[in-house]
Nanobody
Framework: QVQLVESGGGLVQAGGSLRLSCAASGLTVSRYALGWFRQAPGKEREFVAAISWTTGSTAYADSVKGRFTMSRDNAKNTVYLQMNSLKPEDTAVYYC?????????????????WGQGTQVTVSS
Protein backbone atom coordinates (compact mmCIF):
# COMPACT_ATOMS: atom_id res chain seq x y z
CA GLN A 1 0.00 0.00 0.00
CA VAL A 2 1.39 3.34 -1.08
CA GLN A 3 1.60 6.07 1.53
CA LEU A 4 2.96 9.58 1.29
CA VAL A 5 3.32 11.43 4.58
CA GLU A 6 4.16 15.13 4.58
CA SER A 7 5.72 16.95 7.51
CA GLY A 8 7.55 20.17 8.26
CA GLY A 9 4.75 22.65 7.91
CA GLY A 10 4.10 25.37 10.44
CA LEU A 11 3.86 29.08 11.10
CA VAL A 12 6.66 31.33 9.89
CA GLN A 13 7.13 35.05 9.37
CA ALA A 14 7.43 36.53 5.92
CA GLY A 15 10.97 36.18 4.66
CA GLY A 16 11.54 33.03 6.66
CA SER A 17 12.18 29.45 5.55
CA LEU A 18 10.67 26.02 5.99
CA ARG A 19 11.60 22.59 4.68
CA LEU A 20 8.80 20.19 3.92
CA SER A 21 9.41 16.45 3.82
CA CYS A 22 7.42 13.73 2.13
CA ALA A 23 8.23 10.22 3.31
CA ALA A 24 7.11 7.49 0.94
CA SER A 25 6.28 3.89 1.70
CA GLY A 26 5.03 1.21 -0.64
CA LEU A 27 6.96 2.75 -3.52
CA THR A 28 10.52 3.64 -4.33
CA VAL A 29 10.92 7.35 -4.97
CA SER A 30 13.80 6.69 -7.34
CA ARG A 31 11.28 5.08 -9.72
CA TYR A 32 8.51 7.64 -9.47
CA ALA A 33 7.92 11.17 -10.61
CA LEU A 34 7.15 13.27 -7.54
CA GLY A 35 5.43 16.59 -7.20
CA TRP A 36 4.37 19.22 -4.69
CA PHE A 37 1.06 21.02 -4.93
CA ARG A 38 -0.67 23.51 -2.66
CA GLN A 39 -4.17 24.69 -1.95
CA ALA A 40 -4.99 28.00 -0.33
CA PRO A 41 -8.39 28.64 1.30
CA GLY A 42 -11.05 29.24 -1.31
CA LYS A 43 -8.70 28.42 -4.17
CA GLU A 44 -8.05 25.43 -6.38
CA ARG A 45 -5.06 23.21 -5.80
CA GLU A 46 -2.07 24.39 -7.84
CA PHE A 47 1.25 23.01 -8.99
CA VAL A 48 4.36 24.03 -7.04
CA ALA A 49 7.26 21.78 -8.06
CA ALA A 50 8.07 18.43 -9.62
CA ILE A 51 11.09 16.16 -9.98
CA SER A 52 11.92 13.47 -12.49
CA TRP A 53 13.16 10.07 -11.28
CA THR A 54 15.18 9.45 -14.43
CA THR A 55 17.27 12.60 -14.55
CA GLY A 56 16.55 14.38 -11.28
CA SER A 57 15.51 17.41 -13.27
CA THR A 58 13.02 19.75 -11.66
CA ALA A 59 10.21 22.06 -12.69
CA TYR A 60 8.72 24.92 -10.72
CA ALA A 61 5.74 27.20 -10.84
CA ASP A 62 6.70 30.75 -11.79
CA SER A 63 5.44 31.99 -8.43
CA VAL A 64 8.04 29.96 -6.51
CA LYS A 65 10.94 29.83 -8.96
CA GLY A 66 14.15 31.00 -7.36
CA ARG A 67 12.72 30.63 -3.83
CA PHE A 68 11.75 26.95 -3.59
CA THR A 69 13.93 23.92 -4.25
CA MET A 70 12.72 20.36 -4.60
CA SER A 71 15.09 17.48 -3.95
CA ARG A 72 15.05 13.75 -3.43
CA ASP A 73 16.94 11.41 -1.09
CA ASN A 74 16.64 7.94 -2.57
CA ALA A 75 18.28 6.29 0.45
CA LYS A 76 15.60 7.71 2.74
CA ASN A 77 12.81 7.32 0.19
CA THR A 78 11.93 10.94 0.87
CA VAL A 79 11.46 14.10 -1.14
CA TYR A 80 11.86 17.61 0.17
CA LEU A 81 10.69 21.10 -0.60
CA GLN A 82 13.01 23.79 0.69
CA MET A 83 11.06 27.04 0.85
CA ASN A 84 12.97 30.30 1.29
CA SER A 85 11.90 33.94 1.26
CA LEU A 86 8.38 32.92 2.14
CA LYS A 87 5.53 35.31 1.44
CA PRO A 88 2.03 35.50 2.94
CA GLU A 89 0.66 34.33 -0.41
CA ASP A 90 2.53 31.04 0.07
CA THR A 91 0.08 30.20 2.85
CA ALA A 92 -1.65 26.95 1.92
CA VAL A 93 -1.90 23.25 2.59
CA TYR A 94 0.97 21.59 0.78
CA TYR A 95 0.54 18.14 -0.75
CA CYS A 96 3.05 15.61 -1.98
CA UNK A 97 2.09 13.47 -4.98
CA UNK A 98 3.60 10.57 -6.90
CA UNK A 99 3.14 8.76 -10.18
CA UNK A 100 5.09 5.95 -11.81
CA UNK A 101 6.58 7.44 -14.93
CA UNK A 102 9.38 9.41 -16.52
CA UNK A 103 9.59 13.16 -16.69
CA UNK A 104 8.17 15.96 -14.62
CA UNK A 105 4.43 16.34 -14.34
CA UNK A 106 2.78 19.66 -13.63
CA UNK A 107 -0.86 18.63 -14.01
CA UNK A 108 -2.69 17.47 -10.91
CA UNK A 109 -4.59 14.69 -12.68
CA UNK A 110 -1.34 13.06 -13.80
CA UNK A 111 -0.61 11.90 -10.25
CA UNK A 112 -1.94 8.69 -8.77
CA UNK A 113 -0.92 8.95 -5.14
CA TRP A 114 -1.37 11.83 -2.70
CA GLY A 115 -0.41 12.62 0.85
CA GLN A 116 -2.71 14.13 3.45
CA GLY A 117 -1.10 17.55 3.31
CA THR A 118 0.73 19.81 5.74
CA GLN A 119 -0.28 23.37 6.62
CA VAL A 120 2.09 26.24 5.90
CA THR A 121 1.14 29.65 7.26
CA VAL A 122 3.21 32.73 6.51
CA SER A 123 2.47 35.81 8.60
CA SER A 124 3.13 39.32 7.35
Amino acid sequence: QVQLVESGGGLVQAGGSLRLSCAASGLTVSRYALGWFRQAPGKEREFVAAISWTTGSTAYADSVKGRFTMSRDNAKNTVYLQMNSLKPEDTAVYYCAAVYGMGTFVREHAYHYWGQGTQVTVSS
